[in-house]
């Protein structure tokens, strides 16, 4: 089987971020498969395919990497959305977020995020921390057996 | 000023305490002044010595100004403590004045010091005189109330010892009696029980089963003057308490073993008679309490008093009824008003049993008794005299009974009102009797005499002719001897009545003996004379013969027999009776005749009587009384019950309820008087009077007002405290249930009110109740009511009877207070819900710090390290220095935001409290931080660290910080010394960490827990001065203190301290 390069979907709010990451992605070609989202709304709405994405194909991104803070709708409400959609719920979820508040750290958890990273400000060490979410998550993790098939 | 004042002061900077110091002496203050950081010294200094005020500051060595005020609450809650701090937050001090803290002075601004000791040591003072008042009053109020019912005076003596021990405290109180004869003195009671009184017995070998000893033992002289009721001269109280010969040394080491000091003693006297007394021991000064005692001793002796009065009251009683019963043939009984009977005698029961056949009791009618209308007619009208004031006798003959009375008549006299009439009846009868049979067998020797001094009939048995007829019965009938002789008796008109027909004479024969009295002869003139007719027969012979002796009885019958009455009622009336009699001559009071009541009463001999006048004996007290009652019996006005004084034989003044009419004897005018000595009663009324009034007076001293409350009218009697707390006129109030109920116009206190005073008559006991009333002005007070309840024989209620005392003052100061407690709660809540909102507020900042404040750094970073990667080439070297700069110090900062997010976040955590193993922690800690290398080079000695509870995540914050500085700090010398352990004292563990790093100087102690703060730069030792900042606030979240000591090159030791008992 070929390796097969997946989308990855990343909620963030600021372009600077959405630059570097891009920057780090684009390392390994995995920028091409980037879809941007600018919050928690036009999150869920791609998800869901509704509004502008009503007509993107079916299928859901092999990993959302979803930043906390964001205007309308932030990453923890998008992330108790996701889980109790039953379409949803398996979505590999990381929340990338500049944040180490606990309170942030425990209400992830418990809803069941399957990763969490703190954006460093270091720039190397935050393009490789990138850059390993990235591969792992699009490359190498096998994604939820029913997600695909939508 | 310089008033000494006793301060004991907290403070674990010697150069604040310094200052304080300077500050008290300079406000004028004459310093006594214990200071100490410690936790225990402070426990040792506040048990063991005696403080004006507490001053404290409130952050200290292993312990905060809590601490110091829960000690001080607990072992002194008098003392006024006041926080004295550099700096406190105003919710702490909220928190401290809740908690019993009456104020807090900031350092910086000491000159409010004075005047807030100030006023902590007034109100210290008036709380405690206002408690001392408060209780002196309720124990002296509840005594009150019980020694007014008590009837039994072991009872009284108990009463009072236990209260005033009660009162003092911690002494010993006995109380002394001396018996009716003042021949035993006893130690009726003791009281004291923080005393060892076992020990007090002991040492001066009082048996306390035999508590009463024979006065022998004691010297005239004390004895003397304990009689006299001044105990206080007595040489020790404690001599004269066992009233045996104890040596005075003795005493003197039983003083000094109980730490005895004071020693108050009290006399109780009655009408100039020392009866008992109170000792009290004491290791207190007893002078606040004397007045309360005193009152409490007054009401102990009127109460005293009061029994004893009845006493000497119902043995009057006891002696009149025994009096009543003593003389048995006299039938005596008094009535009252209604003629029902207040007391009869056995005689009488009897008499009334056989006359009437009644039962006669107490209460009866003695006129419904009676069933004869004329009886009850002249009974009444004789009753009536009686009531009206008159003393009298008058006889009652029965004469077809052959029964004779003599009724002696008097009236009742109570507070100079007729109450009822007392009767002295003697049946005289017999002596009558007697004399009419003496006067027969006369007649039958007199017989052979013609010249007898009665008439004599002989007459024929068999025919009735008259045979004889001697001179007397001739000249007693007028008729002459031929109107008689030769004549049949039934032929004697005169005669038909009594033997004048054939029955009456055959009946004659046959009984051979026949009397009568009762049928009056008419005499030849018309004019009816009564007889005494005998007739008998007997023989001569051979004839029978009967014999007709006629005596004249009219004289004897109207005058002889009344006369010879009239003698008895008076000797009768004379002997019985209780009252002194005699009859004088007006005009100089010589003396005809006296009763025996008379020589008892005055103790006056018969022989120095009767050659005697009243005015020589000097009887009359005063002479004018004397001349009163002549002019008053001359001028035709009686005297009856009236009071005059009189002297007896020995010179002892009686008072004498005097009665006087005049009396005529052969012509001459007498005065018939009569004395009751009422000298006792007088006494006995004096003694309640008295009893009154010192109670009156009592109760004025205490402010106590005094009620009587009549069930039946609804009257209520108030003493004049009561109108002055009430702030009514006597003149213009009168107080009756329904007017006083109007006073406290508020139905449900009313409801209340009626409802403790019922459950309280239920029960018998005495009650109290607590109600406010309107004044006049429309003010409001409160007063404070103990009452109980009277009842009759039958447990009915008939009075309630209390007293009142104003407590409005201590009302209002009790609603200041609540008033006052419910600001501090609204500020406390208020506090806290800023509080809240503030961490809120802190809480969402620093959310934001976390989020937002990175991102820009990162971008920093970032981009200037593409612009390094991407423009290498068209960078210079000073372009490549200067991104440099940028990138370095934007990672700086991001490091700075992570410590004091962290910084920020250990201060608004919950903490989740466990018991930690801090040896484990420790160890633990040493070996994650410390790094293989660091390990090899350090000497680790790990001492006993003690268990605590705490926040396990926090407190091994608090190990990898001082581990890490330890390490960190000793690295550059040759090897790293490392000691850790910890040490209990008082309820704190103190933990420390020793190194032979650096250290610092301690001129900059104080900078070390400062967030930011270093005392070394980043070139020697890397850090960003959050690592201790942490520390030292997880350590006072825990209540615990953080501290260290250190020298410059001799190494450092850093302390902290946790609560043994967790936190709260």
Redesign the interface.
Known sequence: MKTEIRTILLAEDNPRDVELTLEALSDHNLANNVIVVRDGVETMEYLRREGKYKQRKTGNPAVLLLDIKMPRMDGIEVLRAIRSDKLLKMLPVVMLTSSREEQDLIKSYELGVNAYVVKPVDFKAFIEAVKQLGVFWAVINEAPPLGNNR | MNEVLTVLCLEDSPRDAEILREFLIDAGYDLNMDCTAAEKEFVSFLSNRRYDIILSDFKLPGFDGFGALRWSVEICPDVPFICVSGSIGESLAVELLKKGAVDYVLKDRLERLPSAIQRALDEAKEKKARQQAERQLRIYSETQSKLLHTNDLTEIYRLVAEKISELIGDGIVFTTLLDESSQTLGIVSYKGLNVPFEKLIKTLRIDPTKMVYNLKDITEDELSIYRSGKLEELEGGLYILATRRIPKTLCKIAEKLLQIEHIFTMGFVWQGVHFGGLVILARSDLSIYKVTIELLINQAVTSINRLRAEMKLNTQYALLNALIDSPGDTIIFSLDRNYCYTAFNEKHREEMKKVWNVNIEMGMNLLNCMSSYELRESAKKSIDRALRGESFSEIQCQQELSVFYELSWGPIFQNENITGATVFIRDISERILAEKILNDSELRFRRLFEAARDGILILEAETGLVVNVNQFLVEMLGYSYDQFLGKRIWELGFFKDIVGNHENFEELLQKEYITYDDKPLETIDGSRIEVEFVSYVYKVGNKNVVQCNIRDITQRKLGEIALQNSEEKFSVAFKTSPYAITITQPEDGKFLEVNDAFYSMTGFTREETLNNASVGMNLWVNREDRDFVVRELMAGRKVVGQEFKFKKRNGEIIIGLFSAHLIVIYKNTYILSSINDITERKQAEKVLEESERKLREAQEMAHLGFWNWDIQSGDVIWSEEVFRIFCLDQNEFIPHIDSILALSPWPEDHERDKELINRTIETHNPGSYEQKFLRPDGSIGHYYSTFHGNYDDNGNLTSIVGTVLDITQRKQAEEAIQILNKELEQRVIDRTTQLEAANKELEAF??SV???L??P???I??????LLEEYENKLDDEGKRLCGII?SD??R??GLI?DL?NFS?IGR?SLNVSLLDMKSMAVLSFAEIASENEKARTILEIGKLHNVNGDAHLIRLVWNNLISNAIKYSSKKEKSELSIGSQASGNMITYYIKDNGVGFDMLYKHKLFGVFQRLHSGKDFEGNGVGLAIVQRIIQRHGGKVWAEGEVDKGATFYFSLPAEGNR
Not at chain 2, 861 to 866: D, F, K
């Open positions: 620093s959310y976390s989020h937002d990175r991102a750094l990162r971008s970073h970032s981009y200037t390290n593409i990138s934007a990672i900062m991001g992570d997010l976040r955590s």
